[in-house]
């Protein structure tokens, strides 16, 4: 899809008229100026790293402590986290999020402890210099529409949360131009069962405020919110019980959005021990 789409913009959004657009086009400039030289050098150095380490534990430190900041800095926005207390240390999670805008990715990359990896469309391996960098930080890449590339995404999830590594999907398969929430797709939390780790649900506010799905890189400053959830426990379910466990996710997370209470367990129960395959 094109990269501009204005029009789809809701009309409120000011850079939807010209006037607008010429006034904030040269700090745009600048910012995608700086986007692109921060990408230029960190991006070799934690390929580097990660050659000469063979982790991508460096790199994701990289990422959080130096990438994320300074992108979501150079946005202009603020960012507000709140429910770390939620998170364990030492804990594994699926992280499901609602998707808003490219802008979510350094967002939750600053608002959640490293080491955190991403569940990403097989598109962005072939993106020169963003693919190579995802491979650096362990991104596991998922082919949209394909059954089988699907279910290699969710055995490879599984392996990853197993070995201790939280790891971030957008459930609803791409950005919302409303920032309304769509419904998730219901094979990743098979992973978190096969796992037997728990599904945290994180709801982004606001991120679409500063570069909306349509708008480019028309950067304009605004505060960003994480809201983390209670982790969902899936000891007990079943792959078979993947839609009741992604029903689950989505109100935890739709209620996040709205700042309402989350209950700290799934209005679900488990029909049926844990067999078979995910997909």
């Known amino acids: 899809m094109p990269f501009f789409e204005l029009d789809r913009l809701p009309s ?30 960190l991006i070799p150095a934690a390929l580097l790293v990660r050659a000469l380490t063979r982790s991508a534990r460096p790199a994701m430190w990289m ?7 300074i992108v979501v800095g150079g946005g202009l926005a603020r960012l507000r986290v709140s429910g770390r207390e939620s998170l364990r240390a030492g804990q594994a999670y699926l992280v499901v999020a609602n998707h808003q805008s490219y802008f979510d990715i350094p967002v939750l990359c600053a608002a959640l402890p490293p080491p955190l990896h991403f569940l ?81 649900p994180v709801a ?8 909306p799905r349509g708008g480019g890189f028309l950067f304009r ?14 000891r007990g379910f079943a792959v078979e019980d993947r839609e009741a466990l992604t029903r689950a996710a989505w109100e935890a997370v739709n209620e996040l959005r709205g700042g309402a209470p989350v209950r700290s367990q799934p209005a679900v129960q488990p029909v049926a021990p844990a067999r078979g395959d995910p997909i």
């Not at 982004?204 to 570069?211: D, F, G, Y």
């Not at 400053?221 to 899936?234: D, N, S, Y």
Request: charged share 20%; glycine share 8%.
């Open 63 to 69: 990422a959080h402590h130096w990438w994320a900041p």
């Open 221 to 234: 400053p605004a505060t960003v919110e994480v809201r983390i959830g209670q982790p969902i426990p899936t």
């Open 120 to 200: 990403a469309d097989e598109s962005i391996r072939a993106a020169p210099g963003f693919g190579q960098f995802g491979a650096a930080v362990g991104m596991i890449f998922l082919r949209k529409n394909s059954r089988l590339g699907a279910g290699r995404a969710v055995r490879e999830l599984a392996d990853y949360l197993r070995q201790g590594r939280t790891t971030v999907v957008f459930p609803e398969g791409t950005r919302s131009w409303d920032g309304e929430m769509r419904p998730f797709f219901p094979a990743m939390p098979a992973a978190a069962v096969l796992a037997d780790a728990e599904i945290l």
């Open 12 to 41: 409120a959004d000011r850079r939807r008229r010209p006037w607008d657009l010429l006034i904030w086009l040269p700090l745009n400039v600048l910012q995608v100026l700086s986007f692109v030289l921060v990408c230029a050098v």
């Open 204 to 211: 982004i506010v606001n991120s679409r405020a500063v570069m």
